[in-house]
């Protein structure tokens, strides 16, 4: 992958988080402002529930905002080196935050007749979901010694094969066992697979540390940890104060990341 490749593409990335903020924004100011939420509040309920709704708004922007301003961060700190394992991390990020995109439940739930308009929605939090635990492991990957080619082909793959996952998985919108989001199973075999491959991701960067005998490598280990840690933790608990910790997790594990990535190519 070239600069100006890599450059467009971190690019793309960092405005398509910024428009996931401005529907964030768009989002509250059309509940708070147009929207009677004790009026429609048998179908909130449906949904979520309707007392919870100004955190879980709270917890979902500040998502979209932590995502966009830490991609924007990453991207000037790092822009001198192409390193492949701050380029998936980025993605990590960006595909993150579209699992903030359940914020948008509310609005549907209140606007539109039928709750099965729901199920793009959850695929796409599916998908994101999905897609960061992928690039987080590509990231470690790649610090593993693999050759820094075909960074583009090893990202869009990740990201089609989670697409496919999230294409296949089934979802019953007549059932909501997570707020704003419609029922996606509780199929052990995917959880299995899911935790195995973030602990893969983790051992990718223990492995890095013993094989370059660089002990940076194991910091960054402890910060794909916490970043994926505090990514479900934002994920199943946004209807209290253990959403708001992930999101703190998620940051330490960001700044850890950067500064440990930082020291180990020693650009500055």
């Not at 964030?24 to 007392?51: C, H, K, M, P």
């Not at 897609?131 to 820094?148: D, I, K, N, P």
């Not at 440990?260 to 500055?268: A, S």
Request: proline share 2%; net charge positive; charged share 10%.
């Amino acid at each position: 992958m070239t600069h100006k490749v890599r450059k467009r593409m971190l690019i793309g990335a960092m405005v398509v988080s910024a428009l996931i903020v401005l529907i964030q924004i768009i989002n509250l100011l059309t509940i708070s402002l147009f929207v009677d939420l004790q009026q429609y509040a048998d179908r909130i309920e449906l949904i979520g529930t309707t007392s919870k709704i100004p955190l879980q708004l709270s917890i979902l922007g500040l998502q979209a905002l932590i995502s966009s301003f830490a991609l924007v961060g990453l991207y000037l700190f790092f822009r001198k080196t192409p390193s492949p394992e701050v380029f998936f991390f980025q993605f990590a990020l960006l595909t993150w935050s579209f699992t903030s995109l359940r914020s948008v439940s509310i609005l549907l739930a209140t606007q539109v007749v039928s709750l099965f308009s729901l199920l793009p929605l959850t695929k796409l939090v599916v998908f994101g979901r999905i897609s960061a635990l992928f690039c987080l492991f590509l990231s470690g990957y790649f610090a593993t010694g693999v050759t820094f080619q075909r960074q583009g082909f090893y990202l869009f793959g990740g990201l089609g094969l989670a697409a496919i996952i999230a294409g296949i998985i089934p979802v019953d919108c007549t059932v909501f066992q997570m707020d704003l989001l419609c029922n996606t199973g509780k199929d052990v075999g995917f959880k299995i697979t899911f935790y195995s491959i973030g602990l893969f991701a983790v051992g990718n960067y223990l492995y890095a540390a013993a094989m370059n005998s660089n002990r940076d490598y194991i910091f960054n280990s402890a910060a794909v940890f916490l970043v994926l840690a505090g990514t479900e933790l934002s994920y199943f608990y946004i209807s209290s104060t253990l959403g708001l910790l992930g999101l703190g997790v998620v940051v330490a594990g960001v700044i850890l990341f950067a500064q440990k990535t930082h020291k180990i190519y020693q650009w500055f």
